[in-house]
T-cell receptor, first 114, second 112 residues
Framework: DAMVIQNPRYQVTQFGKPVTLSCSQT?????MYWYQQKSSQAPKLLFH???????NEADTPDNFQSRRPNTSFCFLDIRSPGLGDAAMYLC?????????????FGPGTRLTVL | DQQVKQNSPSLSVQEGRISILNCDYT??????FLWYKKYPAEGPTFLIS?????DKNEDGRFTVFLNKSAKHLSLHIVPSQPGDSAVYFC???????????FGSGTKLNVKP
């Protein structure tokens, strides 16, 4: 089954200790997204890749970085996690624009910062 | 600046009755509208969508209505089933843009 996979499902890190979250997809979609979702809030787009073209949201802190080494994989790096970065991180994919396409989401990674 | 609002954080409905979930958006440039369903410990899954050239789209028990002049969409579930209990997010997109904006979700509880 084509899908979006996120690893790990749960991640615990210490304040200030770098952490990397992983996303992979078997859908061969051009676009990959990272969202941050805090309890009872809307998923907040951090950035997205259109192929290798990186698109950062204006209000995404510099603490958050991303890499997309190939079509299938995308990583979210949090360089110095703070307590406020504890959240669910969702990865999603879609086919490129030019038509109406829905997003496909992974199950998310729950990040805890101690 | 919230582009999409779901003003009801929760909704409780009896099994077999209609569930109506509402969503408002702010910008008329949006022309594609989606509903996602999310169960605990899972990512959102696509449910149904509508483009701005239509005002209604049906898929089985699910119908989405779009009122462009009011910048409002709604999701109707008839009849509601206990398995429909989940958080429902609406999302909007502008044509040829790869960005989606989400509402904060409505938690639906369908009571047996």
């Amino acid at each position: 089954d084509a899908m979006v996979i996120q690893n790990p499902r749960y991640q615990v890190t210490q304040f200030g200790k770098p952490v990397t979250l992983s996303c992979s997809q078997t859908l061969n979609h051009n676009v990959m997204y990272w969202y941050q979702q805090k309890s009872s809030q809307a998923p907040k787009l951090l950035f997205h890749y259109y192929d290798k073209d990186f698109n950062n949201e204006a209000d995404t802190p510099d603490n958050f970085q991303s890499r997309r080494p190939n079509t299938s994989f995308c990583f979210l790096d949090i360089r110095s996690p703070g307590l406020g970065d504890a959240a669910m991180y969702l990865c999603a994919t879609s086919r490129a624009g030019g038509a109406y396409n829905e997003q496909f989401f992974g199950p998310g990674t729950r990040l805890t910062v101690l | 600046d919230q582009q999409v609002k779901q003003n009801s954080p929760s909704l409780s409905v009896q099994e077999g009755r209609i569930s109506i979930l509402n969503c408002d958006y702010t910008n008329s440039m949006f022309d594609y509208f989606l509903w996602y369903k999310k169960y605990p410990a899972e990512g959102p899954t696509f449910l149904i969508s509508i483009s701005s050239i239509k005002d209604k789209n049906e898929d089985g028990r699910f119908t989405v209505f779009l009122n462009k002049s009011a910048k409002h969409l709604s999701l109707h579930i008839v009849p509601s089933q206990p398995g429909d209990s989940a958080v429902y997010f609406c999302a909007v997109q502008a044509y040829n843009f790869n960005k989606f904006y989400f509402g904060s979700g409505t938690k639906l509880n369908v009571k047996p």
